[in-house]
């Protein structure tokens, strides 16, 4: 059974950094490509990063420049680091993941196949 496990989140102010992690089991993950994407309130889920199987990496526009992920296979975890963390990034991250998910669909969240229960960032002003 799949399992993905998020941690990391937290109330913090804006300008600090937060390292969430999301921690895989009952698969084959370097295999899997690892996304993290997040929904605040009222809104809807969004992409966030994603390191693909091979590791090569994607960001939202949003978040290039502050955002870093990465992945250790030997411990099956991705990591997000965020520096630089703004109110607008408030909201519910979650990692998700997938085998079969091509690189024109890595950003779409009804890609991926298996989810983690999320974990709250929020940032305050």
């Known amino acids: 059974q799949v399992q993905l496990v998020e941690s990391g989140g937290g109330l913090v102010q804006a300008g600090d950094s937060l390292r969430l992690s999301c921690a895989a089991s009952?698969?084959?993950?370097?295999?899997?490509?690892i996304g993290w994407f997040r929904q605040a309130p009222g809104k809807e889920r969004e992409f966030v990063s994603v390191?693909?199987?091979?590791?090569?990496?994607y960001y939202a526009d949003s978040v290039k420049d502050r955002f870093t992920i990465s992945r250790d296979n030997t411990k099956n975890t991705v990591y997000l680091q965020m520096n630089s963390l703004k109110p607008d990034d408030s909201a519910t991250y979650y990692c998700?993941?997938?085998?079969?998910?091509?690189?024109?669909?890595?950003?779409?969240?009804?890609?991926?196949?298996?989810w983690g229960q999320g974990t709250q960032v929020t940032v305050s002003s």
């Open positions: 998700a993941a997938d085998s079969g998910v091509i690189l024109s669909s890595i950003r779409n969240h009804v890609n991926y196949d298996y």
């Open positions: 009952g698969l084959t993950f370097r295999r899997y490509t």
């Open positions: 390191v693909r199987y091979n590791g090569h990496t």
